[in-house]
């Protein structure tokens, strides 16, 4: 089995900072994609951000030029360092990953999320 474990989150002033982690460990073989969604209150969840394993990316637009993603395959961690942070950032923050197993399957795997509050 595959598990995803997010950490980072929490409650931050409007202009604001946070970096959020998202650890993978398990039975894995290799990992293709990994990203960051979020799922804000009466809302669908979204994408945020993603990172390929040679580390091309894509962003949504509403976070160009405040978020980076980026990700250390040796651990198995993908980022979010998350600047100028604004009330409409508050979410559940989702890690995903594209993972091939040990046993050869591929699948997508989801973190438990992690609660990003941006509020003065």
């Known amino acids: 089995q595959v598990q995803l474990v997010e950490s980072g989150g929490g409650l931050v002033q409007p202009g604001g900072s946070l970096r959020l982690s998202c650890a993978a460990s398990g039975s894995i073989f290799s990992i293709n994609t990994m990203g960051w969604y979020r799922q804000a209150p009466g809302k669908q969840r979204e994408l945020v951000a993603a990172i390929t394993n040679d580390c091309r990316t894509n962003y949504a637009d509403s976070v160009k030029g405040r978020f980076t993603i980026s990700r250390d395959n040796a651990e198995n961690t993908v980022y979010l360092q998350m600047n100028s942070l604004k009330t409409e950032d508050t979410a559940v923050y989702y890690c995903?990953?594209?993972?091939?197993?040990?046993?050869?399957?591929?699948?997508?795997?989801w973190g438990k999320g992690t609660l990003v509050t941006v509020s003065s």
């Open positions: 995903n990953a594209g993972v091939r197993t040990l046993l050869g399957y591929g699948s997508n795997y």
